[in-house]
Structure formats: structure tokens, C-alpha cells
């Protein structure tokens, strides 16, 4: 249930008495209703969902995740192993489409 | 996209599927409660990743799918209804009532609408004065402060032609309604990211403790999805069971309180029954007395509705994770997306409709 | 992608601006009487302009054309009918043009239906015509047919255009889907989901600012460029309602291989990721009205994705896929983990979700 993605808040204004917003998603931009963020501003993401902002996105915390998941990253290397970015198995696509 | 990209990187994944496989030693079996993240698992092939010995069984977390019959046919009355504008959320348009669904009553001369916000809804209310506008009202937690304000503000605004028909349902009373299951055999919960963004990851407390399980708020990318399953690993590894929040961008402890706030004002808890499980007591959300002006069931007064599920269907026993699809005799043959028996086979979140979708070629359907 | 809104289009009608006795369209536009010879006088044959049409005989009397003839119909219900990108009237030309050079044939003739709500404002249908000519001379080809009917209020939802069209396939271009076979490419000629967007986009009810523009195009010049370095294209088709997923499954199942894409080759534009997101829909489910898919022998893929390159409209063309001889009749889609996931047919219409 319950799809919700995030979006930069890019505007804010009032509507019907209530605080709504200009969210842009990766360069489209739909309105959705701000006032569960009443402490929101402009440059700031927020989570949305049907039309509402349900969650200011923490970037902080965002970035605490990145962070613990560099150290997997860091750990899988330092036994050894590869990572890189190509797709987990059958690499040799890419060679062949060559 | 900036805040969903990251958390599909390849690399990130193939390290982190790693850490899970060091920490796996006995199988384990998990539950996803969220259609999203069904839909999220199955489309990624996240199942197909992970080591063998972790089982994923799929919740009940769709609100297309446990919406009760009764009220579908309800909808599907007064949508028929010539004063009526009914507007709905696009999900729930073609899910089958006993004997059609909402695009046929469209078909039919109804003025069936998609909308994507409940404030559209208001707006439609607002342009047709001499109409009754309806708003299906269905979803979890996620879905209520939409729903909850859209009320609170026709009140505000004294429209007197906008009503919803509310089907709210609540995760926490199905978590434990599965729990205290005897069949019961799911050892660790991710729960459903975006209903904790509003109600906040405490209330899931009391039942970490009470039924010793672990119970992880989840995202829905990939990334999310995975260390979810990792925390949940982890703490089953060691004998743990609490509540660890793996979606902190997005959930705190108390959630999002000024939207617990309306709805609060707006709805109170009910027993609601599940359609496929049945009723779970204080399970579901209506409108409180207050609010009974904007009660399209009230306003509308539905009668004579009988209910016909088809027998074959096992969505009930599908939504509870005691089977998988590809356990149902109907599935892929009688039942497919274009004629589905049960609600779990229309909606995109459905994990009827996910096996369907995306790994039917692996049975040979 | 640019995003414009429908105010600041950049909008010049090219035909001189004409002076009816009317604003809005009334039956006897279509009755044909004083009012309808002036509409086709005054609104059409400017537009339209060429020798054949300019007889206005009942029919339009044409050279046979030397090689085997295309022949195809379809007709334009879109709502909105202005998009970001185009409207209707484009639409309706340059979709029969793509439908008939699919088969590696040279469009020449189109006929034009026009069945309008009476009520419709002359102005609208004055860029709508207006449109059509541009699309029909950058394409080439020439109207040289057409009606006009107007109904009742409420009897069609402001202008329906049905487009037929001729084109003569040379004698050396044999396409088909029985053609395809184990080994070949699949190739797209750009960004997927745009034009379904842009519509959806443009509709009420979904709350968009901002707005994708709809690749609304003719194919034909970048297929003749096709044909120049290759004859080894099999089959081609424009991925237009149901999008590539229902082309590729078109494919498949008469053909009886398997079809394989890889997700990440498969060119979307950002705000077209951005709004499929929020909608809770997936791209290779929408409609493209500028696209191509052809699947080619493999040895000679490459040079036909460099020479459509050098053509705008297919700058962003890409192999996407390749043809299997597992899972015959399917078409599958391998993701950036490796997964392989089957990918369906789509079922109706894509509606957007919020679960």
C-alpha cells in the first residue's frame, strides 16, 4: 500500500486556507497539500503521498544510511571481493552487445 | 531521481545482500506487511536474491485487496446514482464487486472520476454544486490524513454535497491478528514504511515485546527492502526482538502528530471486517458521530446488498501468508488480472497479481 | 525534454487567419451548404493546399503508384485534445504516417474525417488544422481528401479526427513479424512514455504545474534513412497505446520467440521517471507517438542505431533487447541485479495509483 515518493519542495502558498506546495519530482511538478509539514520550507524534501506531504525526509538520517551501507561496501573489498556497478550476474552482456 | 536512485545502486545491493548471507546460519521466515513493498520485492526479483533460507511471505498490507465486498458493492450503487459524482483513487476502479466493478458502472452512465489527491475531490465538490461528489475513502494510516482533512475541510468550507464512503483499515490489529494465529509462522515483520511515517515506529513497541518478534520499519526501494530483512536477520541470529526503525529519513518515534491530530478529529476506531480474513476487532477507522453529515453510507442509505465471493479463491488464506499464489488452483488459469476472483489478483500491490506480473514464466502458466 | 505550458506554446498559424460569420462550429457547418463550403474554403484548403485536393470532387483521383500499396486507418479521440507538444490534429497525421511507413513504406495520401461537437470554437479548430498541414508537409504527404460531420452537443466530446492514409512500399521491403527470429536486436528509436505522459499530465484532476511534451512525430524520413544502411530490418512497429510492452508482446507471440529487453538500456527522460513515480505507472506500459521499435539482424544493428542517431528523431536510438528462442510467445525483462522478470501484456489502460 501506499506509494509515497520524495520530492523538493520548490514553492509555498495557501489555498482553501490550507498551506500547499509545489513539489518537483525530478523536473515535474505537482502540487500537493503541506499542512502535516507545518514546519517545511523552500529546498526542503518531503515525503508525498496522494496528494499530501506526510513526512518532512530527514537528510540527515539519509545520509547516516548511506554511510553504514559504505562500510558494507568497504568490508565486502577488504575480503576481497568485487563490487562494482555492473549488473550482479551475467556481465557479459554488456561484451557481447559490442 | 535524487532520494530513490541511491537506494537502487547495484553496488549497494551486492553488499548488502552479502552482509545478509554472513549473517544467515538456520532459515528464517519473514513478512513483508506492505503491498508496496510486494510489488517493490517481486519486480526487483529481491526474493530470487536473497539466500535460500530466507522465506518472504506476503502481508495483508493492501488496501484495494481487504477492502470488504459489502463496501465495494455499496460504491458501486451509488456511483450508479444520477445525482452522484463518485470519485475514487484510480486503484479502485476496477475491482470486482459480486457482480461488476466500478468502470462498468462508468460504461453504465455513471459519473465515475480518477482523482489523485482527496482535495481534487473537494474541488469537484466545490465546481458542481447541484451534484453529490462521493470520495471512496480506502487505505491504511498512510492514506487517512488525506482522507481525514478532506472532511475537516468541507466541514470548514460548509459544503454540503461532498461525502465519503471510508473503508479505513489499521496495521497493527492485522499484525496481531496473525500473530495469535495458531498456523502462524512468520518470525519477523518489516513494517510498512509509510504507515509509520504518520502514526510513528512506537506503536509497534508493545507487540515486539508481547509476541517476542522483531519488527522493522521498511522503505520501499530495494536498498530499504534489504536492510530491513538484514536488521531483521540479525536480531533473529541473536534471540532479539524490538522494534528498529530502518527508514529514519522518513519515520519517527511519534510519527507525524499534526496528521494524527485530524485524524483523530475526523475518524475513531472501529471493528472492520477484511475481505478474505474477516472482521478484526478495532481494526478499522469511520467517521466519528461529528462528521456524520459527510457519511456517504449514512447519506445514501445502501440496502439489500448480498455478497458473492467466489469460492475458489483463496485470497483470504493468500493475505494472511499461510499460502502463495501459485498455490491457488484458479491461479493463471480461471483467475488472471483481465478476470480476476479475488481482490489480491486486481490490484497492481496484490501478490496475486505481483506473481502474475512478474514470474509467471517460472510456471510454465 | 523541454517542459512548456500551453500559454507560452509557440503557436503561429502559418495559414492565413480566417473570417467566418461564426466563432463556434453550428450544424449546418456540416450540412453541406453555404456554411460548410465556407469552412472548407476558408479554414481547410489553405491548410491543406495541393492540386488534388483543390478539385474537391467527391473523391480524389490518384496516379497508381508503382510497387504494392499500404493502406491503414485510425482515428483520434485524445483527451485533452492541446497537449504539451502537439494536439490532435498532429497527432492524427503524423500517427497514420507512422502506421503506414511500419512497413518500410513511403507515405503519399491521407484522407481526414472530422466529426465535431457543434458548440466547438472555429478557433480551435483552426489550430488543429493549422497543425495537421504543418505535420502533413514536414512529413510529405498530402490530404487529399476529407468530411466534416457535426454533431449534437453531447454526442461526441468536441472533435474526433479519423485519418486514413496511402503509401507505396518499395519492391525490395518485405516486413513482418513472421520474419523476426532468434538472434536478432531490438531497437528503439528514443526516450519511451513521453506523448502517454504529457496527455495524463495535461488532464484535471492530477494536480500537475508543469508539463512533458509529447514526441508527436513522423517516422518516415527516419525509416527511409534506416532502409539506406540496412535491408535487414524485420519488423518494425510504432509502440503507441499499451506502449512497448504491447508491441514487444505482439511480437513475440506471432513470431513465437522470446523476447529479451535489459531495463537499463531502455532510454526514459527524467521528468517522465519523475511523474511515472508519482503515478505509481510504468513507462514501457505508455504511449509513445514518436517512437519506433525494429528488430533487425544482428550483424547489421549497429549501423542502423548510428545512422538513426544522425536523425533528430532518433537521437537517442538504442539496441534494447534481443530475441531468444526461450521463453517463446514472452517477452522478459532482465533488471540491474540480474533478475529476469516477465513483462505482460498490459491489460487496459494504465490508471494512476497511490498504492
Not at chain 1, 509515497?4 to 519530482?25: H, Q, R, S, T
Not at chain 3, 508543469?210 to 525509416?223: E, F, M, P
Request: net charge negative; glycine share 8%; charged share 25%.
Amino acid at each position: 500500500m501506499c506509494l509515497a515518493i520524495p520530492g523538493k519542495v520548490i514553492e509555498i502558498f495557501e489555498e482553501n486556507n490550507l498551506k500547499m506546495g509545489k513539489i518537483d519530482y525530478n523536473g515535474v511538478i505537482n502540487k500537493a497539500c503541506l499542512a502535516y509539514v507545518p514546519e517545511v520550507v523552500t529546498g526542503q524534501y518531503v515525503i508525498v503521498h496522494a496528494g499530501f506531504a506526510i513526512s518532512m525526509l530527514d537528510e540527515e538520517e539519509a545520509q547516516r544510511s548511506f554511510e553504514a551501507w559504505d562500510d558494507f561496501a568497504d568490508r565486502i573489498r577488504e575480503e576481497g571481493y568485487e563490487v562494482t556497478s555492473a549488473p550482479l550476474s551475467d556481465k557479459k552482456r554488456k561484451e557481447s552487445d559490442k | 531521481m535524487k532520494y530513490i536512485d541511491e537506494y537502487r545502486d547495484p553496488e549497494k545491493i551486492k553488499s548488502i545482500l552479502k552482509e545478509i548471507e554472513t549473517e544467515v546460519t538456520r532459515p528464517w521466515v519473514i513478512m513483508e506487511i506492505c503491498g508496496g513493498q510486494t510489488h517493490s520485492i517481486i519486480k526487483n526479483g529481491i526474493d530470487q536474491l536473497l539466500p535460500k533460507n530466507i522465506e518472504l511471505v506476503h502481508g495483508p498490507g493492501c488496501p484495494v485487496c481487504v477492502t470488504p465486498l459489502e463496501l465495494i458493492d455499496q460504491a458501486l450503487q451509488i456511483a450508479a446514482r444520477p445525482d452522484v459524482i463518485f470519485t475514487s483513487f484510480g486503484d479502485m476502479l476496477r475491482v470486482p464487486g459480486s457482480n461488476k466493478d466500478l468502470f462498468k458502472v462508468k460504461s453504465e452512465g455513471g459519473d465515475v472520476r480518477i482523482v489523485y489527491s482527496p482535495l481534487e475531490s473537494l474541488k469537484i465538490a466545490r465546481e458542481n454544486p447541484d451534484k453529490e461528489v462521493v470520495f471512496f475513502a480506502v487505505g491504511f494510516e498512510t492514506t487517512a490524513p488525506g482522507n481525514a482533512m478532506a472532511v475537516y475541510q468541507a466541514a470548514r468550507e460548509h459544503l454540503k454535497n461532498f461525502t465519503e464512503l471510508v473503508s479505513h483499515v489499521l496495521v497493527p490489529p492485522a499484525i496481531k491478528a496473525l500473530l495469535s494465529s495458531p498456523k502462524n509462522r512468520v518470525q519477523g515483520y518489516l513494517a510498512a514504511g509509510h504507515v509509520c511515517a504518520v502514526m510513528g515506529w512506537s506503536e509497534y513497541e508493545p507487540i515486539a515485546e508481547q509476541y517476542k518478534v522483531p519488527v522493522v520499519p521498511t522503505g520501499f526501494e530495494p536498498m530499504d527492502i534489504l536492510s530491513g530483512i538484514l536488521s531483521v536477520i540479525r536480531q533473529l541470529e541473536k534471540g532479539e526482538y524490538k522494534v528498529d526503525n530502518q527508514y529514519a529519513r522518513a519515520v519517527s518515534k511519534n510519527g507525524n502528530e499534526a496528521a494524527q491530530k485530524i485524524i483523530n478529529e475526523v475518524y475513531e476506531i472501529c471493528d472492520r471486517k477484511w475481505r478474505g480474513i474477516g472482521v478484526i476487532p478495532a481494526s478499522g477507522m469511520c467517521l466519528k458521530e461529528k462528521y456524520a453529515d459527510y457519511d456517504a453510507g449514512k447519506k445514501f442509505g445502501v440496502s439489500n446488498i448480498e455478497t458473492h465471493e467466489p469460492e475458489v479463491c483463496i485470497s483470504g488464506i493468500i493475505l494472511q501468508g499461510l499460502k502463495k499464489p501459485i498455490d491457488c488452483p484458479a491461479f493463471g488459469k480461471a483467475c488472471t488480472p483481465q478476470h480476476p476472483l479475488g481482490a489480491t489478483m486486481v490490484s497492481s500491490e496484490g501478490a496475486c497479481a505481483a506473481y502474475y506480473r512478474y514470474q509467471r514464466f517460472k510456471t510454465n502458466i | 525534454m523541454k517542459n512548456g505550458t500551453m500559454e507560452n506554446d509557440d503557436f503561429a498559424l502559418s495559414c492565413p487567419t480566417p473570417i467566418l460569420n461564426y466563432d463556434t462550429i453550428q450544424l449546418a457547418h456540416g450540412a453541406g451548404g453555404r456554411l460548410s463550403a465556407e469552412l472548407i474554403e476558408k479554414v481547410f484548403l489553405p491548410c491543406f493546399e495541393n492540386e488534388i485536393l483543390l478539385k474537391l470532387e467527391d473523391q480524389a483521383q490518384l496516379e497508381k503508384p508503382n510497387g504494392r500499396i499500404a493502406f491503414t486507418t485510425d482515428s483520434f479521440v485524445v483527451s485533452p485534445i492541446f497537449f504539451p507538444g502537439g494536439n490532435i490534429g498532429d497527432l492524427a497525421v503524423n500517427g497514420t504516417v507512422n502506421d503506414i511507413c511500419m512497413s518500410g513504406a513511403i507515405p503519399l495520401y491521407l484522407s481526414v474525417g472530422f466529426i465535431i461537437e457543434e458548440g466547438f470554437e472555429v478557433s480551435e479548430l483552426c489550430r488543429i488544422v493549422d497543425s495537421m498541414g504543418k505535420a502533413a508537409k514536414t512529413a510529405g504527404v498530402r490530404i487529399v481528401t476529407g468530411d466534416t460531420k457535426v454533431v449534437n452537443r453531447g454526442s461526441c466530446d468536441k472533435i474526433f479526427i479519423n485519418t486514413s492514409g496511402i503509401g507505396v512500399i518499395p519492391n525490395d521491403i518485405n516486413l513482418g513479424a513472421g520474419y523476426i527470429k532468434p538472434g536478432d536486436k531490438v531497437i528503439l528509436s528514443g526516450t519511451i512514455a513521453d506523448h502517454g505522459m504529457s496527455v495524463m499530465t495535461a488532464r484535471d484532476g492530477l494536480s500537475f504545474e508543469s508539463r512533458i511534451n509529447s514526441d508527436t512525430a513522423g517516422l518516415n524520413y527516419l525509416v527511409r534513412d534506416m532502409f539506406k544502411v540496412s535491408k535487414k530490418i524485420h519488423a518494425m512497429r510504432d509502440p503507441t497505446r499499451g506502449g512497448v510492452a504491447a508491441i514487444l508482446n505482439e511480437f513475440a507471440r506471432s513470431s513465437n520467440t522470446g523476447i529479451r529487453l535489459f531495463e537499463e538500456t531502455i532510454p526514459v527522460s527524467d521528468e517522465v521517471k519523475g511523474a511515472c513515480e508519482l503515478l505509481g505507472l510504468d513507462p514501457l506500459y505508455v504511449a509513445n507517438e514518436g517512437k519506433l521499435i525494429a528488430i533487425t539482424a544482428s550483424e547489421d544493428a549497429g549501423k542502423i542505431v548510428e545512422k538513426m542517431q544522425c536523425n533528430d528523431l532518433g537521437k537517442k536510438a538504442c539496441i534494447i533487447g534481443e530475441v531468444t528462442d526461450e521463453n517463446a510467445g514472452k517477452v522478459t525483462l532482465r533488471n540491474i541485479y540480474g533478475i529476469e522478470r516477465i513483462l505482460d501484456m498490459p491489460i487496459g489502460e494504465q490508471l494512476p495509483r497511490i498504492c
